[in-house]
């Protein structure tokens, strides 16, 4: 496991600290908001759009105050892009921020609030999505720090994008560090006071500093929907401790806690060696916590005012209307989403945006010919992001596009789809599906699969993809250090299964390598691979068995990858089939299809003797015993379609 080790010591002393007293109300974005948008607002109720160099916003308050809501934004970017020099501060999803400029704007968008009498009404929403992220906010609101959600949220986001995992302490006491955080017309304050938490702080008993670490996403001491606990107060504290506290500061406290976890990945071995005596590190946490004076974080920001330099532009109803179904669709609030959408593409038939959306809304209803339909019709339209391509390709990979023709196409839509967004870690990791099984595609492969893992190495699949990539391609020690960051990082009991099968299929493989060796083999190639994302070509003999198989004892158990080139159920209720593998068919048998074990992935229908003629052309996984001997390579135990 890595860690940034240096960004928090390059961040915290960047900072100018100065002391407050703790006051009755704190300094908010509420004074600025009154600035930003008069009581009464005069602006006519139109939508305009804004963009600046790394957010959009869509707002009906006029474009002075979206304006102002986009700079804002960049100085929040700036804010850390300044304070943390070496972190990634620019998601690879687009950030689309709608800024409503009143509680009837803010209906539109979250009517599930007013559904439910007494519900509470947020200011602000983060809504995170793998193809892009939205905010909403409410122009309107009052309050201490309404946008503290968003902040907190924004937050979570940049530690996702630079950290392969981190404590969950460590995670929440982050992101309410910085959700306080004040903007000014030339300053950025941090570490600002959360009264709430003081409050909590003040009146409650402290959590044991051991058991605070190990709380996680199970623990009882852990509920996301209830910031107002002691959990997130505590985190807050102590974060705020090791990031401002000279004394922390001077002694590196922070930096030496990640160092010591990277090496234990033992939290409580950690904190120990960094902090010492957890019990006395406790009780000075718990002084520190009901303190009345703090020091806060001041951060001079080089962004200046930008009303003039960010462009501007109205938005059609179309436009606005694919917008909010856009958002419903990302909302998971689907069937209002449709609706809208409906509404949109008669309004404009041919803005790219709306089919977009629409092929959007089918993806996430799982009608996968559909939502190609529309992605295919929105590149056709002239559709300029990333979303369209990435999406066709995906989904002619779901529905057999290994087969040549759909292959090619797929692998140029992920391409393109890369060479718009170069950052987007989930086209690369479908890029190395996309490849043809040859040793040059191979190559590519790894390489598209080595990028995902560098852009989102806290994603586990795409790990365990580039295990079963290295294995299948004989690069077994680079494979085994994949499989010890899989380790590290299994938390759930599904995770540590997939790290055991993977740990098992890498010990058959090079068991495998080393009686090819011994026996002097050095043109066969690998047949025996447990593969969730690649599949494993393998050494043909005359007969058309893998030479592999023909050696092994019958009944021995195995698993292969492959495209499904043809399929007999003319039998029934006996099959055959053939998956296509870089030297040539493979054919597996199956005595009694009933008995065999079926299940499928990525919304490919589950194998049945009623859809046979549809198998072809399909990516395919098979357990199966070895039959030497035979004219099919082994008995299917188990059949998995994806």
Known sequence: MRYRLDIFKTGITMLAMVTVRTLPFRLSLLVLLACMTPAGSRAADNWVEVRSPH?????????????KIADQFEQIRQMFHTAFATLRVDPPQPIAIIAAKNEGTMKLYLPEEWEVKGHIHHAGL??????????????????????????????????RLNFHRLPLWLDEGLAEFYGNSTIGEKEI?????????????????????QTLLEVDHGSPYYNESNRASVFYAESWALVHYLM????????????????????????????????????????????????????????????????KTYPSRPLSGGELLALRGDFFVHHSRTEQARAVLEEALKDEPKLPFVHEAMGMYYWRSQQTKEADDEMVEAIKLGATDFGPPYFHGMLLLQGGGSRAESGEEARKSLEKA?????????????????YPRTPEGQKLAIGAALKAVQLDPGTLHYSVNLAYLLINNDQDAEAKLMLKRIQDSAESPMDRQIASSLEQTLQQHEEWAARRKAAGDNNATVGVVTSAGAAAPASIDNAGTPREFTT????????????????????????????????GPITFHAVDFGKVSLSSGGG???????????????????????????????EISKLYFH
């Open 126 to 159: 983060y809504q995170a999505a793998q193809d892009k992220d939205y905010v909403v906010l409410r122009l309107d609101t009052e309050g201490a720090n309404p946008f503290h959600t968003l902040y907190h949220e924004y937050t979570h986001a940049l530690v």
């Open 55 to 67: 957010f959009t916003v869509s707002s009906n308050a006029g474009d002075k105050e979206a304006r």
């Open 189 to 209: 304050k941090t570490g600002t006071i959360d009264s709430g938490h003081l409050y909590i702080l003040g009146n409650n008993k402290l959590i044991p500093i």
């Open 244 to 307: 401002m506290d000279p004394d922390a500061r001077k002694a590196e406290l922070l930096k030496n806690f990640l160092t010591a976890y990277g090496k234990s990945n033992d939290q409580v071995t950690a904190a120990t060696e960094a902090f010492g005596d957890l019990k006395r590190f406790g009780q000075k946490i718990e002084s520190y916590a009901r303190q009345t004076s703090f020091r806060i974080g001041i951060l001079k920001t080089e962004q200046q005012s930008a009303e």
């Open 604 to 634: 490919v229908a589950t194998p049945t003797l009623a859809n046979c003629g549809q198998w072809k052309g399909h990516q395919a996984k098979v357990w199966f015993s070895a039959t030497p001997g035979k004219d099919y390579a082994g």
């Open 552 to 583: 092994r004892r019958q009944g021995q158990t195995y698993a292969i990858e492959g495209l499904v080139s043809d399929a007999d159920c003319s039998k029934t209720p006996e099959i055959t089939i053939n998956l296509t593998m870089t030297n």
């Open 418 to 434: 890369i060479q718009i967004n170069p950052q987007f870690a989930p086209a690369y990791e479908a890029l190395s599906h996309a």
